[in-house]
């Protein structure tokens, strides 16, 4: 499954009915929800390159966590954006009542915070509050650093921020913190090959992690083929290609057959 950058993976939480099939999201809550206007418009980086963070959205600061850092080459000039549920009142009353809700949860034992964090932050997301979705996903990771889903979630964020290479090193992150999650490998490859498509190093190694991991994948293949089409190696596509149709379904042969005689034409 592919999820555009419009779109934030769910937090696998095991309640029943508590899962908004809007945009994947999972939520429920235990303390008010964080309020206000966050005083945050920039991220502060140390020396040591780790980016901190106060706490977002709360009157009373408490001492900066370390958090995913800003790649030094992106500028984020606003951290708030047009959310998915931006200008419709009955899903924004929805992400507000679901944000308070997994917020009353946190710390209940019985379910992970980890899930309850990432659902927070994909509510704050979709309402296009992004230093509060930044926190919550920070958060997250704090529960559990070496799960991938906060950091591809992390990555959707920067990419919606224009924070393009901070996105890179998210996605980056997930795959290495679970290398057997496929689609961790689709999203990265699927974000890389649209946004840094000229940089073959990039791609080249982020092809490399995911064949290490799936050998000959069909839909990682077929990432790759739309990217070897999009540089003009139509020759390369075409290899690329045929071993799409080997792996796949004998129903997709005649669209991939069409798709090689329209690179075939154009080598």
């Known amino acids: 499954m592919q999820i555009t950058n419009k779109q934030w993976i769910v937090a696998g939480v095991g309640i029943v009915a508590v899962v908004l099939v809007v945009f994947g999201l999972v939520r429920y809550a235990k303390a008010p929800a964080p309020s206000g206007t966050p005083d945050f418009t920039a991220s502060s980086t140390t020396p040591s390159g780790i980016t901190t963070v106060p706490n977002v959205g709360t009157t009373t600061p408490i001492a900066a966590f370390q958090s995913f850092p800003i790649n030094v080459v992106d500028t984020i000039a606003s951290w708030s954006f047009k959310g998915a549920y931006s200008g419709n009142d009955t899903l924004v009353?929805?992400?507000?009542?679901?944000?308070?809700?997994?917020?009353?949860?946190?710390?209940?034992?019985?379910?992970?915070?980890?899930?309850?964090?990432?659902?927070?932050?994909?509510?704050?997301?979709?309402?296009?509050?992004?230093?509060?979705?930044?926190?919550?996903?920070?958060?997250?990771?704090?529960?559990?650093?070496?799960?991938?889903?906060?950091?591809?979630?992390?990555?959707?964020?920067?990419?919606?921020?224009?924070?393009?290479?901070?996105?890179?090193?998210?996605?980056?992150?997930?795959?290495?913190a679970e290398p057997g999650m496929l689609e961790y490998h689709l999203e990265r490859l699927t974000y890389l090959t649209r946004q840094f498509s000229k940089d073959n190093a990039l791609i080249l190694a982020a092809l490399t992690d995911a064949s290490k991991q799936f050998g000959d994948n069909a839909s990682i293949l077929a990432i790759e083929a739309e990217w070897l089409e999009s540089q003009g190696r139509y020759a390369d596509a075409i290899k690329a290609w045929q071993t799409v149709k080997m792996l796949s379904p004998a129903s997709r042969a005649s669209a991939i057959d069409a798709q090689i005689a329209r690179d075939q034409a154009k080598e």
């Open 93 to 176: 009353a929805q992400a507000n009542a679901d944000i308070a809700k997994l917020a009353g949860m946190v710390g209940g034992g019985e379910y992970d915070d980890y899930d309850f964090y990432n659902g927070i932050a994909n509510d704050y997301a979709s309402l296009g509050k992004g230093a509060l979705a930044y926190q919550y996903y920070n958060r997250s990771i704090r529960v559990h650093p070496n799960k991938g889903l906060a950091y591809a979630n992390l990555a959707h964020l920067f990419d919606e921020l224009g924070a393009y290479r901070t996105a890179a090193d998210a996605y980056r992150k997930a795959v290495e």
